[in-house]
C-alpha cells in the first residue's frame, strides 16, 4: 500500500530553508503512522557538509537512538538537501533527482529498514524514494504543543545519555557537547527560515 507523507508547511519551510547555503545538510522527519498516513510531527537536524557531501554527526545520532529505543511508535524519513552549491558545482540535474550514491544509499537502508524513505529538499521540488512510491502531501501548521511535546522528548533521550544539543544554525553550528555530570540540561531552540519567494 503507498503511503502518504502529511508535511506541516511550517517544516516544509524549514526544508526548502536548508537549500540557501552551500552546504548540504540532512537529518531525520519524526513522523507516527496512522491508516497508511505518516504525519510527520518534527524535523531533527543530523549534520552539515560540503556541496556534494554530508554525513551525520555520531552524537546528534546517538540521540536519535535513544529516542527511538524510548518511543518505538515513532518512525523516521532521512532527509538531505541538495543545496544551490551543490547545483552550481556538480550540475542542474541534481536540482531534479538523487544521486547515484543517494540511492545506492537507500538501498542499503532498505535492507536493514524495510519501511525506509529518503527525501531529498532542492531548490526546485521536493523528493521521496522508497520501494512503494510514497505520496506527499502538505497540510496546515501543527499545533504549537506537538511540537513541543516531540522537542521535549528528544531532549529527554540527549540528557540520559549525557548529551548536550547545541544550535544547528547552518553557518553557526555549535554541534553537541557531552554534559558535566549533574549539570542542568540547556535546551537551545532557533526559529525556522522561510522559503524563499
Known amino acids: 500500500m503507498t503511503r502518504t507523507i502529511v508535511l506541516p508547511k511550517e517544516l516544509e519551510e524549514r526544508l526548502y530553508g536548508l537549500i ?3 552546504e548540504e545538510s ?6 507516527r503512522k496512522v491508516q497508511g498516513h505518516c504525519f510527520v510531527e518534527h524535523l531533527f537536524m543530523t549534520g552539515i557538509g560540503t556541496e556534494g557531501n554530508v554525513k551525520a554527526f555520531q552524537e546528534r545520532m546517538n540521540v536519535v537512538n535513544e529516542f527511538f529505543r524510548a518511543h518505538p511508535e515513532y518512525k523516521y524519513i532521512k532527509f538531505h538537501a541538495h543545496t544551490k552549491g551543490t547545483i ?7 536540482a531534479r533527482e538523487f544521486s ?12 536493514h529498514n524495510p519501511e525506509f524513505i529518503a527525501l531529498l529538499v532542492t531548490p526546485e521540488t521536493i523528493l521521496l524514494d ?3 512510491n510514497p505520496q506527499l502531501r502538505t497540510c496546515p501548521s501543527l499545533p504549537k504543543f506537538m511540537h513541543e511535546k516531540v522537542q521535549r522528548k528528544i531532549n529527554e533521550a540527549a540528557e540520559r545519555i549525557g548529551i548536550r544539543l547545541g544550535n544547528f544554525d547552518l553557518g553557526r553550528f555549535s554541534g553537541t557537547r557531552r554534559l ?13 527560515r522561510s522559503r524563499p519567494r
Open 26 to 31: 540532512n537529518g531525520i522527519l519524526l513522523y
Open 130 to 132: 522508497a520501494p512503494d
Open 20 to 22: 540557501q547555503t552551500r
Open 88 to 94: 552550481e558545482k556538480h550540475g542542474q540535474r541534481y
Open 180 to 192: 558535566a555530570r549533574r549539570r542542568p540540561f540547556e535546551v537551545h531552540k532557533r526559529a525556522p
Open 100 to 111: 547515484s550514491g543517494d540511492r545506492a544509499g537507500t538501498q542499503e537502508q532498505l535492507r
